[in-house]
């Protein structure tokens, strides 16, 4: 678990993988102001590969399962 994950090279990963992705989820808290960060760094990282991200923000564990 980190606080500074490599985004852009986890989607560099990706894309080596899956090279047509065009969308991906993310999952996070939105109360947790790190989790807002990682999501604004995925979206940058996102965009420059042309890949949309859809953000799926939950509050709570029970609203994890009804999120996927």
Known sequence: ITDNPP???L?????KVLPD???IG???NPAEVN???IVQMM???AK???ILVEEVPITS???FKSSI
């Open 7 to 9: 985004v852009a090279g």
């Open 11 to 15: 989607l560099d990963v990706t894309l």
């Open 21 to 23: 992705l065009k969308t």
């Open 26 to 28: 993310i999952i996070f």
């Open 35 to 37: 989790s807002q960060v």
């Open 43 to 45: 979206k940058e990282a």
């Open 48 to 50: 420059e590969r042309g």
């Open 61 to 63: 564990s029970t609203a």
